[in-house]
């Protein structure tokens, strides 16, 4: 249901082929008993983190820069498990959510994520301005 509601409302033209596949794709698949249970162990899955301190410090070490796009009103990866990520990363994250346009990142300067307007669709609704998210 909750996933009818997002693709319910326009996307804007360069995203609506996209939201309508995604959307008859739903259709089609979530009378699929299997697809349901498919689901909600991905669901599930992205609960199950095996990214450890040590592996931001090897990432780290070989220059490897990795940045986030976090979208404020996300609802599959709730902010305080957002923050286990980051804290991962050495990236220092407050316990409420920043204002969208907050930028935080690790003291090298390598990882960083950037609070953006918008859920979890972000890169499919507004793709000309994620290009320019991801280059700063």
Known sequence: DLLRKHLSGSWGPESEPARRELAAGLERDSADTSWREAAMRRLNGTLELEFTAEDAARMRG???????????QDQL???????????????????????AGTVLRDDSGLFSVTIAEGDHYLPLKRPAEFGRWLAR
Do not use: H, K, S, T
């Open 62 to 72: 070989w220059g490897i820069r990795v940045d986030i796009l976090y979208g404020a």
């Open 77 to 99: 990866i709730p902010w305080r498990v957002e923050r286990i990520v980051l804290e991962r990363l050495g990236i220092p994250a407050p316990a409420e959510l920043p204002p």
